[in-house]
């Protein structure tokens, strides 16, 4: 990664809504590596899902009424789902 990189995926997660300061990187899981951001406007959080390249997101979900941010991966045949919990990220495993 590059300070360019990093800076432009900075100023693109403003522009999506999301405060980009407080930016979260978790251990990841099945090399799916998941990060959490709140809304700017404090309405919610969102989790986020690194690209293959490392190099900007694959997948942005945000957290609806009543409903928690989530996004779910196959990995070898797998589900994989995570979830925003209280204190991290959740994950859930289901095989197929």
């Given amino acids: 990664m590059t300070a360019k990189s990093l800076l432009g995926s900075y100023t693109w997660l403003e522009d999506q809504g999301i405060d980009a300061d407080l930016i979260q990187g978790f251990q990841s899981v099945g090399g799916?590596?998941?990060?959490?951001?709140?809304?700017?406007?404090?309405?919610?959080?969102?989790?986020?899902?690194?690209a293959?390249?490392?190099?900007?997101?694959?997948d942005i979900a945000c957290d609806s009424p009543g409903v928690p941010?989530?996004?779910e991966r196959t990995v070898d045949g797998a589900?994989?789902?995570?979830?925003?919990?209280?204190d991290g990220v959740v994950a859930q495993v289901t095989s197929p």
């Fill in 79 to 86: 589900i994989l789902r995570l979830t925003i919990g209280v």
């Fill in 32 to 50: 799916v590596e998941p990060w959490t951001a709140p809304l700017a406007d404090g309405s919610g959080d969102c989790i986020l899902i690194r």
């Fill in 52 to 58: 293959d390249d490392d190099n900007g997101w694959r």
């Fill in 69 to 71: 941010a989530e996004v």
